[in-house]
């Protein structure tokens, strides 16, 4: 009897703890160091135009501002829609892109430049999937993903109950 109390005084535990485990914290995904050389110059990307090479080029003179060597470049995607590329400040490469386009009113970002971590909020325009593969409600929600080889993995989200992050 007193294997079996230990048993599911064990699982009451783990199940407090994942139900109250804290939101991803910067500092959990820490990058070093953080890139200082020279940025390369762009790299001509397919199906481009004038005005998007412009933009990128002018964002890779800025400073590394996120993952230790890339530059997050937040633009217009159409209609009011906020998108953003991640551009390589060693190589001038674009790296990716969010995974999804956003409702401008709704959109915020957090990122550190030395952390692969970032917190995006708002209602997405392309549809939205859990971790299952399940179509969810387009609303406000916060999710924090880790930026792993050039992709964008989703650690966690939370319908936001509060106003976006500002």
Do not use: W
Not at 110 to 122: A, E, T, V
């Amino acid at each position: 009897m007193k294997g079996f109390s230990v048993l599911v005084g064990s699982l009451l535990l783990a199940t407090a703890s994942i139900a109250f485990a804290a939101d991803p914290d910067f500092k959990d995904y820490l990058v070093a160091p953080i890139f200082s050389g020279p940025h390369h110059a762009l790299v001509p990307q397919e199906n481009s135009n004038p005005v998007m090479d412009s933009a990128r080029a002018k964002a890779l003179k800025g400073k590394v501002n996120f993952a230790g060597h890339y530059i997050l470049n937040p633009l217009g995607c159409g209609g009011g829609a906020v998108c953003a590329e991640v551009l390589d400040a060693q190589t001038g490469e674009v790296a990716g892109g969010l995974p999804n386009a956003y409702d401008g009113s709704t959109f915020a970002m957090l990122y550190q430049p030395d952390s692969r971590l970032i917190l995006i909020s708002g209602i997405t325009l392309d549809g939205e999937e859990d971790a299952q593969g399940n179509s969810l409600e387009s609303v406000n929600r916060d999710r924090y993903y880790e930026f792993v080889n050039n992709e964008f993995r989703l650690l966690t989200m939370t319908d936001a109950e509060s106003p976006p992050l500002e």
